[in-house]
């Protein structure tokens, strides 16, 4: 037996290939959508990822440090690293910020870490990783900056010395990383004016400002421009202890708040872009009934085209599951075409779009699956209309 | 002498009920022995269509007895359950317009017949393509029927309609778009043909140029027939 | 017959030639496509390392003239960037009481003088008159004994001589006493002397003013500044160094100084002092470094980002530092084997600052190692080894 419905394809190719490439469009559309879903929790999990820690430990009462602001003294990490179970405690600072280059504002997430400890960029494109402990950075690519170019974040110039990429925040701006010092400085010094206006207001405190003590207003004006607070503290977990475990010791005696790898991807993925989520599941549904639609449209409008046929075939003895198959085999072939242009158009644009566009083939296989189950599902009312097709038509009237 | 290859008694079909019924066939009789070819001739609306339709085993008459091949089909209500089958193995069509798959080459379009009898494919074709070349268009084996002249096109017809070698093949109006010339070709065609596979062809016609060369005439009028003997002059 | 298999085998190329695009495609981008790398040879060679320290100029002997006492000041006599001599005199204060305070004292003294001699002229005289005593004590009491004088009148005589002699014990006490009296004045005419030199606000040292902290005119408490003054020759730039960072520095070393006021221009110095108190909150060393050379135009309190040459090895195998990754609690690299990704641990020893860090052990010169790659590798992956990721956007 032939393939009826290889041998209608290959004649009406064109037609096929041009249908295909609408319905393709509209499928690479769709899983372009899945594709912008998949980054975001992507873009999620890189903050996890490029972190490279067990427990996240931050302010007590709070989300933080991505879904709240968070504050930690600086040397609580000392203290964390006292605690059984903990193999490694280290500072970061996230702060998100706009940094100049030249004509155009560049926003970034700047995350202070400390080089050789958790929360440095687990990879480079190019360059090396910051080895001094002061004014330089490593930048992600999308911020545009290149080796060698001094930037500016707030009062210091920074060199940047290495290049990654796909580090990015849960908003998707990208990061620069830089030394822990720098970072604290920029995120919790004031600009000049600032700092030199709080000073005279100081000098100006006759409370502050007397006489009789020496030395006092130094010692005051010190503490005010000096930082020690971070935002999170990185904690490794040793090997062989449960992290569950040392995130509530932490809790429970460092009157801190402390996150496992599982719940701060709870918080991430779940808490943060959960409406974006849903917003982009809706429109995937409303894509899927479309496609299911015009599918649907084009292999019963294929089959009206057909009647005449079909009323032969009838008439010379084609079993109905043979014409409901040939149907279905068509719509199948149709979804299949759209679908291998769906996925290349989805490719090859992915990069175009600003913010990441993650295809994972378990979604392209998913795809797929759903293309072939909408068009089986499209093609029922014209196989409804082929059965119906009453063979007698064929001879003449 | 064989059973006769159509035996039709008393055949009746009225279409709806009641004050609206309408009987477009009222008693019909007629016997074809195989290898024979008759001309079945009527003006419009006298039934012929729905004759032919009943003989075809498409619609389903309302009285009567009808045997094909010697196998009673229908004796007051069908014999057989699988009429797609019958009309697969067992009557072949030609129709006004030649019907042709337009998808399929010529050769798959009559072999598609065996194809669906279970026939492999190889063997499929190899029938189709005997039976082309028996009616001189083997040249064109390989070609899309819409690349086929109006001529050529209803001989891939015809002989999609004797490839299962059926014992019956039903014509309707098979010259309807062809010039003299040609119409008498097919004729011929539909001679030789029913001779050579004993086959008996029923011509649905009302062409003027080819009902001469029938030997017997059934006219249908008012739902019933009449049988004529016809000039048998060869075509 | 002809064009038919023309178009059909047309079809089935351009079919097939599509169907490979697409998986090529596919293969070729997204999560399916090999990871693309940059890889190095490992070579032995010189390393140099150094560390590198943020510092703030200082001058390590700094300055605060002021009184010892409260007061008023009288004059200052330089202004900042004024070079000083030591002994120079800066500034002065207002002595008040003190100049009558120390003429009272000179009189005193003088006075203490006169007394002095008065109390000499008195023994003086009472010594002669003590000898004169004495000898008509003696002349009577031997013509006594031959009977001219009777008793009483020898007895008178001696009464005399004693008398006499005991006026000299007195008036050499006195002399005593105003001997001592004029010690005591003159210590406090020097003292009143003293505190009168004290106004004046002198240079302890050569050196340049760096802040003129009060003016004429102003009360000061005990303590308070006038002028601050710093050593030149103690200029040096406090360096803080991260301390895990900080083994390797010793004094003597060579340091490389830029000033924030000339970036790009380095001043050469070397390590003078690494303290032994550091920093327990910044987490650092704090490492003294002087100037070869001290610049002309600088600022105290100017940063300054300090390189300092630690070590140099002629021999030693090193790797790019962003080669260097840790896995399941594990520092390696990672290698290509068969076009796929394997990781092996190695021992790494210092980084230096131009990002290269010594491999102790695992690897060996020759070795090809993945040192940048587009995103974090696994064992096992595929990958593309390409010259340079460096003009990738996104």
Known sequence: MISLAGRDILHHWTKYVFTGVGLGLLIGVTLSMAGIYRGMVDDAQVLLRSSAADIWVVQQETLGPYAEPSSVRDDAYRALLGMPGVADAANVTYLTMQIRQGERDVRVMAVGFEPGRSGEPPFLVAGRGVERSHYEVVADVRTGFRLGERIRIRRQEYEVVGLTRRMVSSSGDPMVFLPLKDAQEAQFLKDNDAIVNERARTVANPGLNRPGVPGLLDALLASQTSSRSVNAVLVKVASGHDAERVAGNIRRWKHLEAYTWRQMEDILVSKLIETSARQIATFLVILAIVSAAIVSFIIYTMTLGKVRELAVLKLIGTRNRTIAAMILQQSLGLGLIGFVIGKTVATLWAPYFPKYVLLLPGDAVRGLAATMVVCAIASLVAIRVALKVDPATAIGG | ?235 | MNRRVVRAVGLAVLGLVLLTGFVLLMVRSGPLAPVRVTTAVLERGAFENAVFGIGTVEAERAYAIGPTSPGRILAVHVDVGSEVRAGQLLAEMDPVELDARLAASRAASARAVHALASAGAQVRDAEVRQELAARNARRYASLGERAFFSDAAVEAKRQEADSAGAQLQAARAQLDAARMDLQRLDAERVAVERQRANVRLAAPVAGVVTARDAEPGTTLVAGQSVLRMVDLASVRVRTRIDQGRSGGVRAGQAASIVLRSRPGFAVAGKVSRVELNGDAVTEERIVQVVFDELPKDFAFGELAEVTIATSRGADVLAVPGAAVHEQDGRRGVWTVADGATAFVPVRTGEASLDGRTVVLEGLQAGDRIIVHSERELRAGERVAVVESLEGMRR
């Open chain 2, 1 to 235: 002498m064989d059973a006769p290859a159509i035996e039709v008694r008393g055949l009746g079909k009225r279409y709806g009920e009641g004050d609206a019924a309408v009987d477009a066939l009222k008693g019909v009789d007629m016997t074809i022995a195989p290898g024979e070819v008759v001309g079945l001739i009527g003006p419009s609306g006298s039934g012929k269509s729905t004759l032919l339709k009943c003989l075809g085993a498409v619609i389903e008459p309302t009285k009567g007895f009808m045997a094909l091949g010697g196998v009673p089909v229908f004796d007051g209500g069908w014999k057989i359950r699988d009429l797609r089958g019958l009309r697969r193995d067992s009557i072949g069509f030609v129709f006004q317009a030649p019907y042709l798959i337009p998808f399929l080459d010529v050769t798959d379009n009559i072999a598609l017949l065996p194809m669906l009898a279970g026939k492999p494919n190889r063997e499929a074709r190899r029938m189709a393509v005997e039976l082309l070349e028996a009616l001189d268009v083997g040249h064109r084996a390989k070609a899309s029927p819409a690349e086929l002249s109006g001529g050529e096109q209803q001989r891939v017809a015809i002989a999609r309609a004797l490839v299962n070698r059926p014992p019956i093949v039903l014509a309707d109006e098979p010259t309807a778009p062809l010039d003299s010339e040609r119409a008498l070709n097919v004729v011929r065609i539909l001679n030789r043909m029913a001779e050579q596979y004993r086959t008996a062809i029923i011509v649905v016609t009302h062409d003027e140029k080819i009902i001469p060369t029938f030997r017997r005439i059934y006219r249908i009028r008012d739902g019933r027939t009449y049988e004529e003997a016809g000039e048998g002059r060869a075509a």
